[in-house]
């Protein structure tokens, strides 16, 4: 019976651990396009080395290396943030790991409940399953500390954030000394205490110093991002202004050269050569670009993405319609519009790009209008009919992504912000995406 409730410690102890790392990788990180069947498999993997370390009952510290480099392998193949950050997190996990261990072995030895080695001098103690319990459950309660406080962040309550993100882990801390002061005395049962007991304040203060690192790292990844945005942002309202240019140029050649042509247009159909006259119309209007225009909606923001995103859709014989009655301004950061729209357009043109079977009609509709406070964007499109999803959540299929890989996920996170919704749909041959904004202040 012994042996069975120790096997059963050791499934649970093992599942809360994987559990603990992919619930903290998953909150700082985020998942690229690797398969997620190979993501489970690591998972597994990781469970599997927890089995195993708790069934030798391998010392303490023997086997903090193998954890770290198994999250570290875990955060740099499966998640797309930058290295500094995958690392950093990878540290976060195995040093508040020993902490919370060290924390709890410090405050089992003062009450009598953590059985010591015989050779006191080399400290590697193999913790009981009851300290186990325990040091997963301070785990456990550390990183839901740590979410908290990032979510206060996030919600921009920065002095809230600031004081919890002081006191949480000074109460902890400052919670294992006192615990930890039972059976104060001298010999080498205090010295061992007194080890782990400042090993943990320095792996809690270890701890406290990554998480503070990591946060500043995101921010700069998140600043990075959206200067990236921005340059792209201004470089393609440049183009457009380019473009008006060249469309004014031509503008005022025709009216230059306008009478002449009506006096042609006027001695074709006098003389009733009717289809010189029709293929002299439109070669007149494929010859002045300017007749078609480049203006979609008179907002310069919208103008500048559409027109560069769109610019080439007739030579790949792209269908378009196009409706949107948008004032110039509207209560939307341009970076956010940039994203919005820039990622909408880049899908569609690319998945109309994607369909190389002859005769199959390619084509973009996209409707923008506003309905009392709320923008309302349609955009659908033909594709191959081929998608990808996971957890209900379509994930892109295209082979080089555009604004710093920001994708439909990154969409919704726009949504949220200005608490509006995000849908999308397919049928056979068809791809819907419906997003609305609220166009009130956001708070």
Same mark, same amino acid.
């Given at each position: 019976?012994?042996?069975?409730?120790?096997?059963?410690?050791?499934?649970?102890?093992?599942?809360? &651990?994987?559990?603990?790392?992919?619930?903290?990788?998953?909150?700082?990180?985020?998942?690229?396009?690797?398969?997620?069947?190979?993501?489970?498999?690591? $998972?597994?993997?990781?469970?599997?080395?927890?089995? =195993?370390?708790?069934?030798? &009952?391998?010392?303490?510290?023997?086997?903090?290396?193998?954890?770290?480099?198994?999250?570290?392998?875990?955060?740099?193949?499966?998640?797309?943030?930058?290295?500094?950050?995958?690392?950093?997190?990878?540290?976060?996990?195995?040093?508040?790991?020993?902490?919370?261990?060290?924390?709890?072995?410090?405050?089992?030895?003062?009450?009598?409940?953590?059985? =010591?080695?015989?050779?006191?001098?080399?400290?590697?103690?193999?913790?009981?399953?009851?300290?186990?319990?325990?040091?997963?459950?301070?785990?456990?309660?550390?990183?839901?500390?740590?979410?908290?406080?990032?979510?206060?962040?996030?919600?921009?309550?920065?002095?809230?954030?600031?004081?919890?993100?002081?006191?949480?882990?000074?109460?902890?801390?400052?919670?294992?000394?006192?615990?930890?002061?039972?059976? $104060?005395?001298?010999?080498?049962?205090?010295?061992?205490?007194?080890?782990?007991?400042?090993?943990?304040?320095?792996?809690?203060?270890?701890?406290?110093?990554?998480?503070?690192? =990591?946060?500043?790292?995101?921010?700069?990844?998140?600043?990075?991002?959206?200067?990236?945005?921005?340059?792209?942002?201004?470089?393609?309202?440049?183009?457009?202004? &380019?473009?008006?240019?060249?469309?004014?140029?031509? $503008?005022?050649?025709?009216?230059?050269?306008?009478k002449n042509h009506m006096r042609c247009l006027y001695a074709l159909l006098d003389g009733g050569h009717n289809s010189e006259a029709q293929y002299y119309i439109k070669e007149l209007y494929y010859d002045n670009k300017a007749l078609k225009g480049v203006n979609y909606s008179g907002n310069i923001v919208i103008d500048s993405i559409l027109s560069n995103g769109l610019a080439n859709i007739e030579q790949n014989g792209i269908d378009l319609k196009c409706s949107i009655i948008v004032p110039p301004v509207l209560n939307v950061a341009d970076v956010d519009l940039c994203i919005l729209f820039g990622n909408l357009i880049d899908n569609a043109v690319e998945a109309c790009g994607r369909i190389t079977a002859p005769g199959e009609r390619k084509f973009i509709v996209l409707n923008v209008n506003i309905k009392k406070d709320y923008l309302f964007i349609d955009i659908a499109n033909s594709f191959t009919g081929e998608v990808k999803k996971q957890n209900n959540i379509y994930k892109t299929v295209k082979i080089d992504e555009r604004y710093c890989g920001i994708g439909l996920f990154n969409i919704q996170t726009i949504v949220e912000k200005y608490n509006g919704e995000f849908s999308a749909s397919h049928s056979e041959n068809v791809f819907n995406v419906s997003v609305m904004l609220s166009l009130l202040p956001v708070k």
């Open positions: 019976m012994d042996i069975i409730l120790k096997w059963i410690t050791y499934i649970v102890l093992s599942a809360a &651990e994987t559990w603990i790392g992919y619930r903290l990788f998953n909150t700082y990180l985020t998942r690229n396009s690797v398969r997620q069947t190979y993501y489970w498999l690591g $998972v597994v993997c990781y469970f599997s080395f927890q089995m =195993l370390s708790y069934v030798n &009952e391998s010392p303490m510290f023997s086997t903090a290396g193998y954890y770290f480099l198994f999250s570290a392998i875990i955060a740099i193949v499966f998640f797309s943030d930058s290295l500094q950050n995958k690392i950093t997190i990878a540290s976060l996990f195995v040093i508040m790991n020993y902490a919370c261990k060290t924390a709890v072995t410090a405050v089992a030895i003062a009450w009598g409940e953590q059985i =010591l080695p015989t050779g006191l001098e080399n400290y590697r103690i193999v913790m009981d399953s009851w300290s186990q319990m325990m040091a997963c459950l301070l785990f456990v309660l550390s990183l839901w500390g740590t979410i908290c406080i990032r979510k206060l962040r996030l919600n921009k309550q920065n002095l809230l954030y600031a004081a919890i993100s002081y006191l949480f882990p000074v109460t902890v801390m400052i919670s294992v000394s006192i615990l930890s002061q039972k059976n $104060v005395g001298v010999g080498p049962v205090n010295s061992i205490k007194i080890f782990y007991l400042y090993t943990s304040v320095l792996l809690f203060s270890a701890s406290i110093s990554l998480f503070y690192l =990591l946060g500043k790292n995101i921010l700069l990844d998140m600043s990075g991002e959206k200067s990236a945005v921005m340059e792209e942002l201004l470089s393609l309202q440049r183009r457009h202004y &380019e473009r008006l240019d060249v469309s004014q140029r031509e $503008v005022q050649s025709l009216r230059h050269d306008i």
